[in-house]
């Protein structure tokens, strides 16, 4: 993050960049890895997993949103 500039700040267990107009702080409360059945287009099968390294979704509540003004 130092080569492009980015302030890292640590705050309340967040972590989030002082550079950012807007972070939403978000409760993580499902995961789930994709997987080759699941996906619709074969082309993104072959494109994006080709090596079947399939990788997550994830569905998060938000609890706040930081606004940099």
């Not at 080759?36 to 938000?62: P, R």
Request: charged fraction near 30%; glycine fraction near 2%.
């Amino acid at each position: 993050m130092k080569k492009v500039s980015l302030t890292k700040i640590e705050d309340e267990n967040i972590v989030y960049y002082k550079e950012a107009r807007l972070v939403f702080v978000c409760k993580k409360i499902y995961v789930n890895q994709i997987n080759k059945d699941g996906i619709q287009d074969e082309n993104i099968t072959n494109k994006i997993y080709a090596n079947n390294d399939f990788s997550y979704e994830y569905i998060g509540q938000i609890e706040k949103v930081l606004i940099n003004e």
